[in-house]
């Protein structure tokens, strides 16, 4: 393991992994709680999650990286901040649950445009479902998926359903990598 992921793992170990008895996004119950924010709303761990993510995806060449507001927020930022510093132009792409009703109207909000090959991220990847719904968002604007990018797969579903619908995934952390 890479001297990054040991440290952005540690971090998930201290601060994001939780246990209980949790009612997940997907609607299931879990005994764990992974919650990657509180890592991604720390400077030191967020700068590794862009360190991490951006050559997993600058293979695929996106044009933008993107994901739902509001655990894709930081990272599509962190992101889109590593490419830079490597000399990349790869803008951070935001996506509302559904469309505003004033000002652009818009339901992405950044600089994207029909055509944009978009890497699609997310903090923690359950179902896939979030991301599903930001990529539906991205490719009913006229956009394609580059592929899917998680900080944190639990493992539930993600890989099938992405698998299924002909994107690539890939992820940072699954399961065996964290003390649960």
């Not at 968002?137 to 619908?165: C, H, P, T, W």
């Amino acid at each position: 393991m890479s001297d990054l992921r040991e440290e952005l793992r540690d971090g998930l170990n201290r601060f994001a992994v939780k246990h209980g008895d949790f009612v997940l996004a997907s609607g299931a119950r879990s005994t764990y709680y992974i919650n990657v924010k509180e890592i991604c709303l720390r400077g030191k761990y967020l700068r590794l999650i862009g360190e991490l993510l951006w050559p997993m995806m600058a293979k695929l060449s996106p044009d933008a990286v993107g994901g739902m507001t509001m655990g894709a927020d930081p990272i599509v930022s962190a992101v889109t901040m590593i490419a830079a510093e490597n000399g990349v132009d790869c803008p951070a792409l935001i996506v509302r649950r559904e469309a505003k009703d004033h000002g652009t109207g818009r339901q992405i909000e950044g600089p994207f445009a029909p055509g944009m090959r978009v890497a699609v991220v997310e903090d923690v990847t359950t179902t896939g479902d979030s991301a599903r719904r930001a990529a539906e968002a991205i490719i009913n604007a006229g956009g394609q998926v580059a592929g899917v990018y998680s900080v944190m797969n639990r493992e539930a579903g993600a890989d099938k359903l992405f698998a299924d619908l002909g994107w690539p995934f890939q992820h940072i952390f699954g399961l065996a990598d964290l003390k649960i």
